[in-house]
């Protein structure tokens, strides 16, 4: 199946400062991909949806002037995290999905990313 | 989104069949019933998905009932390496996103 990477694996910054997290997808084009955010014990929850070469559509509830993200190309989305604070460690997970593929086409998820603020 | 349920927990035995509930009353007739499993600190990993006839792959069968408003995901042997959190999502056709719901959380008994 096709491959989703996410760098860095793991990432303990300090509080307010900025970490940022890149989703590729390795053998196949995205021109959406999707940043999901999991706490502990819960499930996924979807933050917003990446759209190549446009803005991106973020759920209800998500600062986007917090969790910028950008989609420059059809491999590559990134998701920072700016002024982070302890509240925002969490486990975040990036999906992609094949353009190529029909209208149910599989989504790949990456194997996410695990954010410590101190 | 169509809600799904599913119980909170299942446990099962080492190479026993293993048959995971979902019940989704308000499915509507554009709603594809998707599977997705989560082994732990991993992202979550494609299982199956179908529309009105049950599905095989290598992984696992997928029961869909006939009024759709259920479906099972079926593990033919489990080893212990299908213990995981599964879910079941409605996805509308066309629709972008997949939106999670609880799971369950599967434990296989060696």
């Known amino acids: 199946g096709a491959v989703v990477s996410q760098h860095p694996s793991w990432v303990i910054c300090k509080s307010g400062t900025s970490v940022k997290i890149e989703c590729r997808s390795l053998d196949f084009q995205a021109t959406t991909m999707f940043w999901y955010r999991q706490f502990p014990k819960q499930s996924l929850m979807l933050m917003a949806t990446?759209?190549?070469?446009?803005?991106?559509?973020?759920e209800q509830g998500v600062e986007k002037d917090k969790f910028l993200i950008n989609h420059a190309s059809l491999t590559l989305s990134t998701l920072t995290v700016t002024s982070a604070h302890p509240e925002d460690s969490s486990f975040y997970i990036c999906?992609?999905?094949?353009?190529?593929?029909?209208?149910?086409?599989?989504?790949?998820f990456g194997p996410g990313t695990r954010l410590l603020v101190l | 989104d169509a809600k799904t349920t599913q119980p909170n927990s299942m446990e099962s035995n080492e190479e026993e069949p293993v048959h995971l509930p979902c019940n989704h009353s308000t499915i509507s007739g554009t709603d594809y019933i998707h599977w997705y499993r989560q082994l732990p600190s991993q992202g979550p990993e494609y299982v199956i998905h179908?529309?009105?006839s049950n599905v095989n792959n290598r992984m696992a069968s997928l029961a869909i009932a006939e009024d759709r408003k259920s479906s099972t995901l079926i593990l033919h042997r489990a080893t212990l390496r299908d213990a995981a959190v599964y879910y079941c999502?409605?996805?509308?056709?066309?629709?972008?996103?997949?939106?999670f719901g609880q799971g369950t959380r599967l434990t296989i008994n060696p």
């Open positions: 999906s992609a999905r094949d353009q190529v593929a029909g209208a149910q086409e599989t989504q790949y």
């Open positions: 179908g529309l009105t």
């Open positions: 999502i409605l996805r509308q056709r066309g629709a972008q996103k997949l939106v």
């Open positions: 990446s759209n190549e070469g446009s803005k991106a559509t973020y």
